[in-house]
């Protein structure tokens, strides 16, 4: 069930119809029939996963709580065993072939003999995002966030929600639970926000992502066929397209979430205007980068085995080395993990890993890097410098792209090679050299897409976006809605419509 089709339109009708006529005290069991019937609608065999690591997480929670407050062993114990075993199909799944494929390529260099074949199975729909949050439940409940749920319907409401299934964002039960539980008034106001947001998040998708995506494929997926300078633009086109795909289904969720005052957390903001890699990281999946800081970079960096390399660091390399040495220590697990999330590949942890460099460097060189700003007479605060910083930043980015969207790292390393040996500058004269497969109506409309995407993010950059939406008559609102609706029936004619956001794919 797309969430740009008629079908869903229909759906999300029906639901907000239904949670607003039944009692207050009802409305989230509309909720857990709505969660049902879209994930079934992908498929009927699959559900048997979902309900698993619901009731894994929701025993393994109560019998934390049983536990009491004290950290034990047997507490840890439980803790432990719940986490493997939320754990354990999705990394089968997800992972049985990568761990397999590189196992019997090890031995194969002893045993030349040996042979490994790829088992054919399907990843269930949204794994990866319910598999965190149930982890995410059980360490909460684990380090007395807030009492474990009694009423399993309920967690498996938060558990099954349909807005963060496919994609997030990452929700925390002690949050979401607030608003999806308390019982929620119609307003008009919130209506006509949300349909408003929504509308914007199906202009990004289907009136920019979509349409770019056959120029981005055809120069990525042949790039030996295109120049250097093709594929530098099909790289910046890829990333504008990831993020329009990614932040337009955030913009449709968030907008129905409010349509029934439940409370979706944000999962972007502005990520184009990030001066260094980490911030990008603070801008960008913003709910996964929180997830990954709680659950994987504060316990390692607060280890044992995280102190000890801390102290042996400081009285070794000094108090500054000594004081970054942990963050480092947990980053590497991080950056692994967050690799590995992704996609069960060597290219995605090559991805990962790049981010991890470039952003210890970055912390590493601080000081050499102030000092050489200030020998150069460069000041932070100026246009210019900010500007310089986003377009090296974006170029970071996009460059690290190379890696995850090749198949393996032999392609990647072939199409940077191929970048640079043939890059062929005498193209940038040729317009129709860039955007293939588009036609000039679907150029048009993306450019103007595009353009508007970057505007409202200059304007909440700059903290001007409400007040300029509060100051736009009503009659000018009214234009722009009506030319997006237009926009997107022009891009929706004859298109295909059923295929799926980006972001699901991991």
């Known amino acids: 069930m797309s969430l740009v089709s008629l079908v869903c339109f229909k759906f999300a009708l ?18 857990l029939i709505a969660n049902i019937v879209f994930y079934l609608s992908y498929g009927v065999k699959y559900i048997v996963f979902l309900v698993a690591a619901g009731l894994v997480s929701y025993c393994g929670a109560l019998l934390l709580e049983k536990e009491g407050r004290k950290p034990t062993g047997r507490k840890k114990a439980v803790a432990l ?5 939320i754990m354990s199909s999705w990394i089968v799944l997800k992972y049985g072939n990568f761990i397999a494929g590189n196992a019997v390529g090890l031995a194969a260099l002893f045993v030349p003999s040996l042979s490994f074949e790829r088992f054919e199975w399907v990843l269930p729909l949204g794994m990866s995002f319910y598999t965190f949050h149930a982890i995410g439940y059980v360490v909460d409940v684990y380090r007395k966030k ?4 009694k009423n399993f319907l309920k967690y498996f409401t938060f558990l099954s929600f349909f807005p963060h299934m496919i994609q997030g964002p990452f929700s925390r039960f002690g949050d979401l ?17 949300g349909c408003a947001r929504i509308l914007w998040g199906a202009f990004k998708k289907i009136v920019i ?30 990333s504008v397209r990831l993020y329009a795909d990614f932040s337009g289904y955030m913009d449709i969720v968030c907008g129905f979430c409010h349509i029934l005052d439940i409370g979706l957390e944000e999962n972007f ?13 603070r801008r960008w999946h913003i709910t996964l980068g929180r997830w990954f800081r709680d659950y994987v970079f504060y316990p390692a960096s607060m280890s044992k085995s995280g102190m000890k390399l801390s102290k042996w660091a400081r009285g070794k390399w000094g108090p500054k080395l000594g004081k970054l040495i942990s963050g ?14 992704h996609g069960a590949n060597w290219t995605y942890l090559v991805w990962g890993y790049l981010n991890l460099i470039v952003i210890c460097s970055t912390m590493q060189l601080s000081d050499t890097y102030s000092a050489l700003k200030e020998k150069l007479h460069i000041k932070s605060e100026s246009f210019a410098w900010k500007l310089f910083c986003m377009i090296r930043t974006f170029m970071l980015i996009s460059f690290f792209r190379f890696f995850s969207v090749a198949p393996d790292l032999g392609a990647a390393f072939s199409a940077i090679g191929h970048t640079i040996a043939d890059f062929r500058i005498s193209l940038i004269t040729q317009p129709s050299a860039f955007l293939l497969d588009m036609f000039r109506e679907e150029i048009i409309l993306a450019g103007i897409g595009v353009a508007a995407m970057f505007t409202v993010d200059i304007l909440n950059e700059s903290g001007k ?34 295929q799926g956001f980006m972001y699901a794919n991991f």
């Open 269 to 281: 903001r502005q990520p184009f205007f990030a001066k260094t890699v980490d911030e990008y990281w």
């Open 209 to 238: 992502a979509d349409p770019t995506a056959s120029t981005v494929n055809m120069i990525l997926g042949s790039y030996s066929e295109y120049g250097g300078i093709q594929i530098i633009f099909a790289i910046f086109l890829y």
């Open 14 to 31: 029906i639901t907000v119809l239904l949670y607003f006529l039944v009692l207050k005290e009802a409305q989230w069991f509309i909720l």
């Open 328 to 341: 480092y220590f947990a980053m590497l697990f991080v950056w692994t993990a967050t690799g590995l999330w």
């Open 146 to 149: 807030y009492p474990a749920e």
């Open 81 to 85: 065993i719940t986490i493997l075993l």
């Open 177 to 193: 639970s607030k608003t999806m539980f308390r019982g929620n008034s119609f307003s008009w106001q919130r209506l006509c926000e």
């Open 465 to 498: 976006w409400e007040k300029v939406k509060s100051a736009c008559p009503i009659v000018l609102r009214a234009f722009i809605y009506s030319a997006m609706i237009v926009m997107i029936a022009l891009m929706m004619k004859g298109a295909d419509i059923s």
